[in-house]
Nanobody
């Protein structure tokens, strides 16, 4: 069974930082992509970053470029999202997801497995 478990969310003041983790287990192949998405109340789910399983290819949405950094630790089967210079508009539930076809995009429909999400709240 494929499982993705997010952690690291919380409450932070504007300008602060958080690091989210996504632990991946149960996927039988070595080559896949992991994406980070977020969804604020009343809004559509937004793709913000993706990375290949070996970490050699990354994608960022314009809304987070220069502030967020995605990385992977293959030994731990974990993908991280370092979020700096956080803004109140970054407040959302953050999800990681696995793309077994390796599109490396930010379209939610391209992703096959999803975690349960972790809440990030940025206060002004």
């Amino acid at each position: 069974e494929v499982q993705l478990v997010e952690s690291g969310g919380g409450l932070v003041q504007a300008g602060g930082s958080l690091r989210l983790s996504c632990a991946v287990s149960g996927f039988p192949f070595l080559d896949y992509a992991i994406g980070w998405f977020r969804q604020a109340p009343g809004k559509d789910r937004e793709g913000i970053s993706s990375i290949s399983s070996i970490g050699d290819r990354t994608t960022y949405a314009d809304s987070v470029k220069g502030r967020f950094t995605i990385s992977s630790d293959n030994a731990k089967n974990t993908v991280y999202l370092q979020m700096n210079s956080l803004k109140p508009e970054d407040t959302a539930v953050y999800y990681c997801a696995l793309d077994r076809h390796r599109y490396y995009g930010l379209v939610p429909a391209d992703y096959d497995y999803w975690g349960q999400g972790t809440q990030v709240t940025v206060s002004s």
